[in-house]
């Protein structure tokens, strides 16, 4: 329940004073004046002319005001028209394709005279870099003996660890030992300098397909070389790698 704020408390809700019994109209008995006619005042509303000359202008001016109505909903027909149009030289827009992030040409330069010897002109093309890594290749088939089905050769940044590299380059492979009981993951040593660990190799496979993937340390490179399903068989591969690497 509401309660009574300031003017309107309970003094402004009163009981409203009871209505005179007095006659409504003028005291004193005078009678009332008779109403006057003001309708004289008013002019009557102009008639119409209905004779045939006025009926012919007036069909006239109807045809003007449908004329012109025609022709503006025409132009507006024939403007939908021209906006809906195919426009022909722009039917057809080439959009540029975005050229890809391959890394730094210096780097890139740097690793395709890096890699080894058997891929024919054009085997190998740039690839954009994953993380840590300066620049990629990847490679079709190399035509020496035992040469991979594909080869993946990558040039780390500096201050990378190249045997985690390796390993994230080798994701879903099954480690296995290299031909000639050769341990794997173990260090690798040139013939010219037996007494000095040039990198880190690893022998693996990937279903059926043989997998020979290794660190060049004094390079700052990884290099991932894959059989196909024709081969080369994993004896092979490790062959072709030991006169490529």
Known sequence: MNEPHGDLADDDTAPLPPISDEPWGPTGGEPLQPFTDFSSSFAAPPSRDR???????????????????????????VGAVWMLRPDPAGSEVEVPAEAADNGDSADLERLRALLPTGFADG???????????????????????????????????????LQVLLRSSLAGVDVVTCPGRIQSPGPWRRN???????????????????????????????????????GPTLAQLYTWWSSHS
């Open 51 to 77: 004779s045939p000359a006025g009926t012919s202008h007036r069909r006239a001016i109807r045809r003007v005001i449908g004329g012109a109505a025609a022709a503006i909903v025409a132009v507006g027909i």
């Open 123 to 161: 085997a190998c093309r740039p690839d954009a870099p994953g993380p840590d890594t300066a620049a990629q290749m990847v490679c079709g088939a190399n035509t020496d003996a035992g040469g991979p089905a594909t080869a993946r050769f990558l040039l780390a940044e500096r201050g990378v660890d």
């Open 192 to 230: 010219a300098t037996p007494n000095q660990v040039a990198g880190t190799l690893i022998c693996a496979t990937r279903g059926d397909l043989a997998t020979v993937a290794w660190t060049t340390d004094e390079k700052n490179r990884v290099n991932v070389a894959t059989g196909g399903k024709t």
